[in-house]
């Protein structure tokens, strides 16, 4: 009746801190809902001019704020987070992408706060959130998660068809991710496509099940498939801009020096030897400079000239100095 999938090794869950029970005291009144306070209209209109970031740090000040913004199946705060991304955020600029056949996310597919999320302020892991690590967006999962994490709740279909027999009829309809060919499923839908593939065997309608998957499943990777693609262009224009704005700052930085060390009568090659040639960048990692930051490079490198030309003066120097070393 299409294999066991009990003999799959389960992925493992989120640990919830346990929270000692309190005693319920029916004497105090109740918690009026969020939406009774504030009107959803209102609170709309409250939140159009504030950016993802605001809304984030909003939702985490009380919470009845974070009930007001935190509800992936109310109309009101789906569309306050919709409206902040397509204001203030270049991208994405997709809608959500639907839910995936056979998969753990909500019948509406993933809300807005999630979208946001994974895409722009979380780039984390969701599952261990280790700084340390790398993650990734696999958008067939609609998950960020690192590598460690992936291959924990996911299962490659060599082994799902060759190990525990599961026959490749009931996994026609599934998400998938293929590096290199080589299709990887995740954990948590094979239970539900293996029990909806034995019913349909059963009632004899197989093949009318699995026309109804694959064609399913191809929607679903079409509209996956973009996702992806806005996702690459988003990193190929950051990628560019990096290195765009990497060379305008060493430019900059190289015409001041060779203009300071003209009008103080100083080889610009002893900058170079100084380290002093070219504003320093930990690792290539462009941040935005403003005038000040340039004012304060201007003055470092005139007090290192200064020192230059005090230090040429001395005889030792002269006769020690890295450039008579170097040249």
């Known amino acids: 009746m299409g294999g066991k999938v009990l003999g799959i090794p389960p992925p493992p869950q989120r640990r919830n801190p346990e929270t000692p029970s ?7 009144p109740s918690r009026p809902p ?3 306070i504030i009107p959803p209209e209102l609170f709309i209109t409250i939140c159009e001019p504030l950016t993802p970031d605001d809304l984030f740090s909003l939702s985490q000040v009380s919470r009845y704020f974070r009930d007001l913004l935190c509800s992936p199946n109310s109309s009101a705060t789906q569309s306050i987070w919709r409206m902040s991304r397509l204001t203030f955020l270049s991208y994405p600029t997709l809608p959500p992408p639907p839910p995936p056949p056979h998969g753990t996310v909500s019948p509406d597919g993933m809300d807005e706060r999630t979208y946001i999320l994974i895409t722009n302020i979380a780039i984390r892991c969701q599952f261990c959130y280790d700084r340390k690590k790398q993650s990734h967006i696999y958008w067939a999962f609609q998950i960020r998660s690192c590598d460690d ?7 490659s279909e060599y082994r799902l068809l060759n190990h525990y027999k599961i026959p490749k009829d009931a996994l ?7 590096p290199c060919n080589y299709k990887i499923y995740w954990k948590d839908h094979i239970p ?7 019913l349909a065997k059963e009632s004899d309608l197989l093949e009318v099940w699995m026309m109804q998957q694959k064609t399913k499943l191809e929607r679903y990777l079409n509209t996956i498939e973009n996702h992806e693609w806005e996702f690459r262009n988003e990193m190929t224009k950051w990628s560019y801009h990096n290195t765009l704005s990497l060379q305008e700052i060493k430019l900059r930085s190289s015409c001041m020096a060779e203009e300071i060390a003209s009008d103080m009568k100083l080889d610009s090659e002893k900058l170079r030897d100084w380290g002093i040639y ?3 960048m ?5 941040r935005n400079l403003n005038e000040d930051d340039w004012n304060d490079w201007r003055l470092e490198i005139e007090a290192e000239c200064k020192k230059i030309i005090r230090k040429s003066h001395a005889k030792w120097y002269n006769r020690f100095s890295r450039a008579s070393i170097i040249y």
């Open 22 to 28: 309190q005693p319920i005291d029916s004497t105090q």
């Open 34 to 36: 969020a939406t009774s």
């Open 172 to 178: 026609c309809g599934l998400p998938y991710v293929s």
């Open 149 to 155: 994490c992936f291959l924990q709740r996911t299962i």
């Open 282 to 286: 930990n690792n290539n990692i462009v």
């Open 192 to 198: 539900t496509a293996q029990s909806d593939y034995s």
């Open 278 to 280: 070219w504003y320093p």
